[in-house]
């Protein structure tokens, strides 16, 4: 007998597992086959994903101003080919919490938002140096309120230099002070993603430590 409270192996089945909708199994048992059946729900899947990357690459144009449309077009495509080889991969991990074609979707979006990023960026020097620590005032402050926001941003910018290791510094200025893109950073550094998401957990709890030592706290410049 299961001990009062805890949840059995039916009970998480059961609970939250939903079965997929009739257009997403029809879907997955397609992509599932072998032979026509599949390659023709790929080649639907990709027209999909191609909707989608077109949608994307369209909606954040602007950032590539110097583009033309058949480089535009040629980059939403590139986002298709890659988001239908991460949804084909992930296949098994499909749970049925949407509608198989909203889950697909995602991953065109994702991939086009992803392209476009480290194009904008790909004739820039990455950031990893403030040229000035940026000066945080976005709301009225009174002259204690002031003074007090001052030694803070003035301790913090002695705890980046001084707390942080030179790889957390480079990772926190670009990112959270120079807006580089995550994805843009993870490729000119080699890494990925999750590393670099680690790296900045990391220094930002080594930044809080270091100003609660000093009797400060992140909490009101993160309110301001």
């Not at 979006?109 to 000035?132: F, G, M, N, T």
């Not at 005032?137 to 003074?147: D, F, G, K, Q, Y």
């Not at 843009?184 to 080699?190: F, P």
């Not at 790296?199 to 609660?212: I, P, V, Y």
Request: net charge negative.
């Amino acid at each position: 007998m299961s001990p009062i409270g805890a949840a059995t192996v039916e009970d998480v089945e059961t609970t939250t597992l939903p079965a997929p909708d009739t257009a997403s199994r029809g879907w997955l048992e397609a992509l599932r086959a072998e032979g026509p059946v599949r390659d023709e729900a790929v080649a639907r899947l990709h027209a999909l994903l191609l909707r989608a990357a077109r949608f994307e690459v369209s909606r954040r144009r602007m950032m590539l101003p110097g583009m033309r449309g058949g480089d535009h077009d040629d980059l939403a495509c590139q986002a298709a080919d890659d988001a239908l080889v991460a949804v084909l991969r992930k296949l098994p991990a499909f749970r049925g919490d949407s509608r198989f074609t909203t889950w697909a979707y995602k991953f065109a979006l994702y991939e086009a938002a992803v392209k476009i990023r480290r194009r904008a960026w790909q004739e820039r020097e990455l950031p990893l140096e403030p040229d000035s620590w940026p000066v945080i005032a976005s709301r009225a402050l009174s002259p204690h309120e002031h003074v007090v926001e001052s030694e803070l941003l003035a301790a913090l910018c002695d705890a980046i230099n001084d707390a942080l290791s030179e790889h957390q510094r480079e990772v926190l200025v670009a990112v959270t002070l120079n807006g580089v893109p995550i994805d843009v950073l993870a490729e000119r550094l080699n890494t990925t993603r999750g590393a670099l998401y680690k790296t900045l957990h990391d220094a930002r709890r080594k930044l809080r430590g270091h100003l609660e030592e000093l009797g400060l706290s992140l909490d009101a410049l993160e309110a301001s």
